[in-house]
Protein backbone atom coordinates (compact mmCIF):
# COMPACT_ATOMS: atom_id res chain seq x y z
CA UNK A 1 0.00 0.00 0.00
CA UNK A 2 2.64 2.24 0.81
CA UNK A 3 4.37 1.66 -2.47
CA UNK A 4 1.23 2.34 -3.99
CA UNK A 5 1.06 5.24 -2.78
CA UNK A 6 4.99 6.06 -3.23
CA UNK A 7 4.28 5.32 -6.96
CA UNK A 8 1.08 7.62 -7.12
CA UNK A 9 3.42 10.93 -5.69
CA UNK A 10 5.77 9.88 -7.99
CA UNK A 11 3.68 9.89 -10.66
CA UNK A 12 2.26 13.33 -9.51
CA UNK A 13 5.99 14.55 -8.89
CA UNK A 14 7.10 13.62 -12.53
CA UNK A 15 4.01 14.97 -14.19
CA UNK A 16 3.80 18.21 -12.49
CA UNK A 17 7.32 18.08 -12.84
CA UNK A 18 7.05 18.00 -16.57
CA UNK A 19 4.34 20.49 -17.03
CA UNK A 20 6.53 22.81 -15.10
CA UNK A 21 9.83 22.55 -16.84
CA UNK A 22 8.58 21.79 -20.27
CA UNK A 23 6.64 25.10 -20.59
CA UNK A 24 9.27 27.02 -18.92
CA UNK A 25 11.70 25.68 -21.48
CA UNK A 26 8.91 26.98 -23.72
CA UNK A 27 8.46 30.08 -22.16
CA UNK A 28 12.28 30.98 -22.33
CA UNK A 29 12.91 29.97 -25.95
CA UNK A 30 9.65 32.33 -27.13
CA UNK A 31 8.70 34.54 -24.54
CA UNK A 32 11.35 37.12 -25.95
CA UNK A 33 8.87 39.47 -26.73
CA UNK A 34 10.43 42.69 -25.93
CA UNK A 35 5.73 45.88 -28.76
CA UNK A 36 0.13 56.11 -28.30
CA UNK A 37 2.86 53.65 -28.64
CA UNK A 38 6.66 53.62 -26.94
CA UNK A 39 7.64 56.07 -29.68
CA UNK A 40 5.95 58.53 -31.91
CA UNK A 41 6.58 58.52 -35.66
CA UNK A 42 9.82 60.77 -35.13
CA UNK A 43 11.37 57.43 -34.28
CA UNK A 44 10.68 56.08 -37.79
CA UNK A 45 14.59 56.41 -38.56
CA UNK A 46 15.74 54.22 -35.55
CA UNK A 47 13.22 51.47 -36.41
CA UNK A 48 14.78 51.17 -39.44
CA UNK A 49 18.08 51.10 -38.26
CA UNK A 50 17.67 48.39 -35.66
CA UNK A 51 15.98 46.07 -38.50
CA UNK A 52 15.90 44.16 -41.72
CA UNK A 53 12.88 45.44 -43.82
CA UNK A 54 10.36 42.96 -43.57
CA UNK A 55 6.86 42.85 -45.21
CA UNK A 56 3.81 44.16 -42.97
CA UNK A 57 2.79 42.22 -40.10
CA UNK A 58 5.12 39.21 -40.40
CA UNK A 59 5.09 38.74 -36.80
CA UNK A 60 3.78 35.15 -35.55
CA UNK A 61 0.79 34.71 -32.82
CA UNK A 62 2.46 32.21 -29.93
CA UNK A 63 1.42 30.29 -27.01
CA UNK A 64 3.03 30.26 -23.93
CA UNK A 65 2.08 28.01 -20.25
CA UNK A 66 3.55 27.87 -17.14
CA UNK A 67 2.44 27.09 -13.92
CA UNK A 68 2.41 30.27 -12.47
CA UNK A 69 0.27 32.69 -10.87
CA UNK A 70 1.92 35.80 -13.13
CA UNK A 71 4.05 35.67 -16.48
CA UNK A 72 5.61 38.39 -17.78
CA UNK A 73 5.33 38.96 -21.35
CA UNK A 74 8.53 41.04 -23.29
CA UNK A 75 8.04 42.54 -26.86
CA UNK A 76 10.13 40.75 -29.91
CA UNK A 77 13.57 41.97 -29.82
CA UNK A 78 14.59 45.09 -31.99
CA UNK A 79 11.49 46.53 -31.90
CA UNK A 80 11.27 50.23 -30.80
CA UNK A 81 7.89 51.22 -31.45
CA UNK A 82 4.79 49.22 -29.61
CA UNK A 83 1.95 49.51 -27.61
CA UNK A 84 0.00 46.78 -25.63
CA UNK A 85 -3.56 45.58 -25.18
CA UNK A 86 -4.13 46.94 -21.92
CA UNK A 87 -2.65 50.59 -22.77
CA UNK A 88 0.73 50.09 -21.89
CA UNK A 89 4.17 51.16 -23.40
CA UNK A 90 6.74 49.46 -21.99
CA UNK A 91 8.83 46.52 -22.97
CA UNK A 92 6.35 44.20 -21.15
CA UNK A 93 3.64 43.63 -19.17
CA UNK A 94 3.00 41.18 -15.95
CA UNK A 95 0.18 39.47 -16.60
CA UNK A 96 -2.09 37.68 -13.52
CA UNK A 97 -4.74 35.44 -15.57
CA UNK A 98 -4.72 33.20 -18.42
CA UNK A 99 -6.42 35.08 -22.09
CA UNK A 100 -5.15 36.52 -25.43
CA UNK A 101 -2.56 39.50 -24.56
CA UNK A 102 -1.40 41.09 -27.69
CA UNK A 103 1.43 44.26 -28.70
CA UNK A 104 1.66 45.83 -31.91
CA UNK A 105 3.59 48.17 -33.63
CA UNK A 106 3.57 50.63 -36.52
CA UNK A 107 6.12 49.73 -39.64
CA UNK A 108 7.26 53.32 -39.99
CA UNK A 109 9.78 51.86 -41.98
CA UNK A 110 7.16 50.72 -44.33
CA UNK A 111 5.81 54.17 -44.78
CA UNK A 112 3.20 54.23 -48.23
CA UNK A 113 3.64 58.09 -48.22
CA UNK A 114 6.00 59.30 -51.25
CA UNK A 115 8.23 62.10 -50.17
CA UNK A 116 5.89 62.74 -46.67
CA UNK A 117 8.57 64.50 -45.13
CA UNK A 118 9.32 66.59 -48.04
CA UNK A 119 12.83 66.02 -47.91
CA UNK A 120 13.08 64.67 -51.10
CA UNK A 121 16.63 65.93 -52.05
CA UNK A 122 15.96 65.93 -55.98
CA UNK A 123 13.03 67.41 -55.55
CA UNK A 124 10.75 68.45 -52.48
CA UNK A 125 7.62 68.90 -54.19
CA UNK A 126 7.80 65.06 -55.59
CA UNK A 127 5.23 62.54 -54.80
CA UNK A 128 1.90 64.53 -53.70
CA UNK A 129 -1.08 66.26 -55.63
CA UNK A 130 -2.28 69.50 -54.78
CA UNK A 131 -5.28 72.11 -56.00
CA UNK A 132 -3.62 74.79 -54.75
CA UNK A 133 -1.22 77.32 -56.51
CA UNK A 134 2.39 76.46 -56.62
CA UNK A 135 4.48 79.69 -56.08
CA UNK A 136 7.99 79.17 -55.47
CA UNK A 137 8.60 83.21 -55.17
CA UNK A 138 5.60 84.57 -53.39
CA UNK A 139 2.98 83.31 -50.59
CA UNK A 140 0.83 86.44 -50.26
CA UNK A 141 -2.11 85.15 -52.55
CA UNK A 142 -4.71 82.99 -51.05
CA UNK A 143 -4.26 79.69 -52.49
CA UNK A 144 -0.64 79.05 -52.81
CA UNK A 145 2.03 77.29 -51.19
CA UNK A 146 5.42 76.08 -51.76
CA UNK A 147 8.29 73.79 -49.84
CA UNK A 148 9.83 75.79 -48.11
CA UNK A 149 13.05 75.76 -44.56
CA UNK A 150 11.46 78.64 -43.23
CA UNK A 151 7.79 80.12 -43.87
CA UNK A 152 8.92 83.68 -43.43
CA UNK A 153 10.81 83.59 -46.64
CA UNK A 154 7.89 83.72 -49.24
CA UNK A 155 5.74 85.73 -47.02
CA UNK A 156 6.78 88.42 -44.42
CA UNK A 157 4.05 88.15 -42.52
CA UNK A 158 4.64 84.38 -41.93
CA UNK A 159 7.06 83.51 -38.82
CA UNK A 160 10.05 81.74 -38.86
CA UNK A 161 10.50 78.79 -37.83
CA UNK A 162 11.85 75.12 -38.30
CA UNK A 163 10.20 71.82 -39.79
CA UNK A 164 9.54 68.94 -38.26
CA UNK A 165 11.26 66.35 -39.55
CA UNK A 166 14.67 67.71 -38.80
CA UNK A 167 14.09 70.97 -36.92
CA UNK A 168 17.67 72.35 -37.35
CA UNK A 169 16.68 75.09 -39.98
CA UNK A 170 17.75 72.40 -43.08
CA UNK A 171 14.58 70.65 -43.17
CA UNK A 172 11.84 71.10 -45.78
CA UNK A 173 7.57 71.66 -45.00
CA UNK A 174 4.96 72.29 -47.05
CA UNK A 175 3.60 76.03 -46.47
CA UNK A 176 0.56 76.76 -47.28
CA UNK A 177 -1.99 80.24 -47.55
CA UNK A 178 -5.03 79.18 -46.69
CA UNK A 179 -8.00 79.52 -49.44
CA UNK A 180 -11.01 81.67 -49.49
CA UNK A 181 -12.97 78.68 -50.92
CA UNK A 182 -13.79 75.80 -49.12
CA UNK A 183 -13.15 72.34 -49.75
CA UNK A 184 -10.03 72.78 -52.10
CA UNK A 185 -7.58 69.82 -51.77
CA UNK A 186 -4.15 71.34 -49.87
CA UNK A 187 -2.60 67.82 -50.23
CA UNK A 188 -3.40 64.38 -51.96
CA UNK A 189 -1.50 61.23 -52.39
CA UNK A 190 -2.83 57.94 -53.74
CA UNK A 191 -0.94 54.99 -52.31
CA UNK A 192 -1.23 51.03 -53.04
CA UNK A 193 -2.24 49.48 -49.62
CA UNK A 194 -2.64 46.08 -48.87
CA UNK A 195 -5.71 44.42 -47.81
CA UNK A 196 -7.49 43.65 -44.77
CA UNK A 197 -4.63 45.36 -43.06
CA UNK A 198 -4.66 48.32 -40.55
CA UNK A 199 -2.85 51.52 -41.42
CA UNK A 200 -1.88 54.67 -39.16
CA UNK A 201 -1.84 58.15 -40.94
CA UNK A 202 -0.23 60.27 -39.08
CA UNK A 203 0.70 64.32 -39.68
CA UNK A 204 1.61 67.51 -38.35
CA UNK A 205 0.58 70.47 -38.84
CA UNK A 206 1.77 74.17 -37.63
CA UNK A 207 0.07 77.86 -37.83
CA UNK A 208 2.37 80.44 -39.89
CA UNK A 209 0.30 83.22 -38.75
CA UNK A 210 -1.84 83.85 -35.50
CA UNK A 211 -4.68 85.17 -36.89
CA UNK A 212 -8.04 82.58 -37.91
CA UNK A 213 -5.96 79.43 -37.39
CA UNK A 214 -6.61 76.67 -40.14
CA UNK A 215 -8.74 73.57 -39.84
CA UNK A 216 -7.62 70.92 -41.14
CA UNK A 217 -9.60 67.99 -42.00
CA UNK A 218 -8.45 64.46 -43.41
CA UNK A 219 -10.30 61.43 -45.64
CA UNK A 220 -9.27 58.54 -47.41
CA UNK A 221 -11.16 57.57 -50.36
CA UNK A 222 -13.63 60.53 -49.33
CA UNK A 223 -14.66 58.88 -45.85
CA UNK A 224 -13.92 61.70 -43.65
CA UNK A 225 -11.23 60.66 -40.77
CA UNK A 226 -11.37 64.02 -38.73
CA UNK A 227 -10.03 68.02 -38.07
CA UNK A 228 -7.93 69.23 -36.42
CA UNK A 229 -8.07 73.17 -35.70
CA UNK A 230 -4.39 74.48 -34.91
CA UNK A 231 -3.31 76.50 -32.29
CA UNK A 232 -2.38 80.23 -32.93
CA UNK A 233 1.21 79.64 -31.48
CA UNK A 234 3.19 80.32 -34.35
CA UNK A 235 5.37 77.41 -35.38
CA UNK A 236 3.91 74.17 -32.48
CA UNK A 237 3.77 71.36 -34.40
CA UNK A 238 0.43 69.79 -33.54
CA UNK A 239 -0.09 65.77 -34.49
CA UNK A 240 -3.39 63.79 -35.94
CA UNK A 241 -3.38 60.32 -36.03
CA UNK A 242 -5.89 58.05 -37.18
CA UNK A 243 -6.25 54.41 -37.95
CA UNK A 244 -7.53 53.25 -40.95
CA UNK A 245 -8.75 49.39 -41.81
CA UNK A 246 -7.99 49.04 -45.89
CA UNK A 247 -10.82 46.16 -46.15
CA UNK A 248 -10.96 44.89 -49.68
CA UNK A 249 -9.05 48.04 -50.50
CA UNK A 250 -6.18 48.15 -52.39
CA UNK A 251 -5.86 51.71 -53.04
CA UNK A 252 -5.89 54.52 -50.02
CA UNK A 253 -6.23 58.34 -51.76
CA UNK A 254 -5.32 60.09 -48.67
CA UNK A 255 -7.11 64.22 -48.79
CA UNK A 256 -6.28 67.15 -47.10
CA UNK A 257 -8.44 70.18 -47.48
CA UNK A 258 -8.67 73.30 -44.81
CA UNK A 259 -12.08 74.09 -43.53
CA UNK A 260 -11.47 77.78 -43.01
CA UNK A 261 -11.89 79.67 -45.89
CA UNK A 262 -10.53 83.19 -44.10
CA UNK A 263 -8.29 85.08 -45.97
CA UNK A 264 -6.88 87.14 -43.57
CA UNK A 265 -4.84 84.86 -41.61
CA UNK A 266 -5.79 81.26 -42.28
CA UNK A 267 -1.86 80.15 -42.83
CA UNK A 268 0.07 76.70 -42.26
CA UNK A 269 2.64 74.52 -42.59
CA UNK A 270 2.60 70.91 -42.81
CA UNK A 271 5.07 67.88 -42.24
CA UNK A 272 6.09 64.46 -41.77
CA UNK A 273 3.09 63.06 -43.54
CA UNK A 274 3.06 59.32 -43.21
CA UNK A 275 0.75 56.18 -43.65
CA UNK A 276 2.05 52.78 -42.24
CA UNK A 277 1.00 49.35 -41.98
CA UNK A 278 0.57 48.11 -38.00
CA UNK A 279 1.34 44.45 -37.49
CA UNK A 280 0.14 42.94 -33.80
CA UNK A 281 1.52 39.77 -32.03
CA UNK A 282 -1.23 38.05 -29.99
CA UNK A 283 -0.06 35.79 -27.43
CA UNK A 284 -2.39 33.68 -25.45
CA UNK A 285 -0.71 32.79 -22.27
CA UNK A 286 -1.89 29.97 -19.73
CA UNK A 287 -1.33 30.31 -16.35
CA UNK A 288 -1.49 27.55 -14.13
CA UNK A 289 -1.45 29.19 -10.46
CA UNK A 290 -2.58 25.67 -8.75
CA UNK A 291 -0.46 22.57 -9.94
CA UNK A 292 -2.11 19.41 -9.08
CA UNK A 293 -0.40 18.31 -5.92
CA UNK A 294 -0.10 14.65 -4.71
CA UNK A 295 -2.39 13.23 -2.37
CA UNK A 296 -0.63 11.54 0.60
CA UNK A 297 -3.84 9.61 2.81
CA UNK A 298 -2.48 8.43 6.20
CA UNK A 299 -3.46 4.58 5.42
CA UNK A 300 -2.56 2.51 8.94
CA UNK A 301 0.08 -0.45 7.60
CA1 LIG B 1 10.30 67.97 -43.31
CA1 LIG C 1 -4.14 83.80 -45.64
Request: glycine letters at 6%; a negative charge; aromatic letters at 12%.
Amino acid sequence: MVNFYFRRFTNHFFAAAISFVVPVLFVAHHLSFKPSYHNSPDNASAIASVEPPVSACSLTDATVSACTSSMTLTVDPGYTNYAWSNGSTGNSITVTSSGTYWWETVRYDEDAVSNGNFENASNHYRGFNSSYTRNTTSLVAEGTYAVLQNPHSEHSSFATFNDHTKNDGTGYMMVVNGASTANVTVWSESISVQTNTTYVFSVWGASVTSGSPGILNFSINGVQLGNITLTSTLGAWQNFTVRWSSGSNTTATIGIVNQNTAASGNDFALDDISFAPVCRKNITANLYPNPPKPVITNVPL
